[in-house]
Nanobody, 130 residues
Framework: VQLQASGGGNVQPGESLRLSCTTSQYTLDRYAVGWFRQAPGKEREGVSCISGNDGSRYYADSVKGRFTISRDNNKNTVYLQMNSLKPEDTAVYYC????????????????????????WGQGTLVTVSS
């Protein structure tokens, strides 16, 4: 079972993109869903997470104030709105849900986040360049 991430593309610095994460295999509303990214030559980074319990939202310092995570339960989709994009945002972006439906984002920012998050899809490439 994999989540499908989409919406990536090539943009210039300062522009925006909205990524989508969805699946037809299960209902996401009670799961925490995280967005992660991996740039070439770098380790994976937890970008943002939305709780399945109370809708709390969490962001990496590098994206605070620029990225917004949200979910539309009617569409079974979690979004990542990315504004004011910078070249350093260039990466493959992945989404994943918490493995045990705890609804918690506790481990999304850890290097070993895949111990708590699963259903990783193939990701979507975001390239920010002038």
């Amino acid at each position: 079972v994999q989540l499908q991430a989409s919406g990536g593309g090539n943009v210039q610095p300062g522009e925006s993109l909205r990524l989508s994460c969805t699946t037809s295999q299960y209902t996401l509303d009670r799961y925490a869903v995280g967005w992660f990214r991996q740039a070439p030559g770098k380790e994976r980074e937890g970008v943002s997470c939305i709780s399945g319990n109370d809708g709390s939202r969490y962001y990496a310092d590098s994206v605070k104030g620029r990225f917004t995570i949200s979910r539309d339960n009617n569409k079974n989709t979690v979004y990542l709105q990315m504004n004011s994009l910078k070249p350093e945002d260039t990466a493959v972006y992945y989404c994943a849900s918490d493995r045990f439906a705890t609804g918690t984002c506790t481990y999304y920012s850890r290097a070993d986040a895949d111990r708590a998050f699963g259903s990783w899809g193939q990701g979507t490439l975001v390239t920010v360049s002038s």
